[in-house]
């Protein structure tokens, strides 16, 4: 089994930062792409980041040059870095790693528990 535990979330002022982490235990033998997703109350699930194991990142418009997604593989930890939030960046953010467990040679995608963020303006 793979746990992820998420944390970092909080209420922060326009133009605040906040780092989100990620943090994956249990029966892991590698991680493969990792993911922030956000969800917005009324809107649809929106993927903010995406880190391949090779390390090559790729962002949503919205938070180009705002966000930094990175990985710590020796910690199996994924992050983002959020600088410049804006109201509309309120929102809960879940990661989602695609893990090889010790037990399988197939790949499961696992999701965390999801953390609010709030800017207010």
């Known amino acids: 089994q793979v746990q992820l535990v998420e944390s970092g979330g909080g209420l922060v002022q326009a133009g605040g930062s906040l780092r989100l982490s990620c943090a994956a235990s249990g029966s892991i033998f590698s991680i493969n792409a990792m993911r922030w997703y956000r969800q917005a109350p009324g809107k649809q699930r929106e993927l903010v980041a995406i880190i391949t194991s090779g390390g090559t990142t790729n962002y949503a418009d919205s938070v180009k040059g705002r966000f930094t997604i990175s990985r710590d593989n020796a910690k199996n930890t994924l992050y983002l870095q959020m600088n410049s939030l804006k109201p509309e960046d309120t929102a809960v953010y879940s990661c989602?790693?695609?893990?090889?467990?010790?037990?399988?040679?197939?790949?499961?995608?696992?999701w965390g528990q999801g953390t609010q963020v709030t800017v207010s303006s």
């Open positions: 989602n790693l695609d893990v090889r467990t010790t037990t399988s040679n197939s790949l499961f995608r696992y």
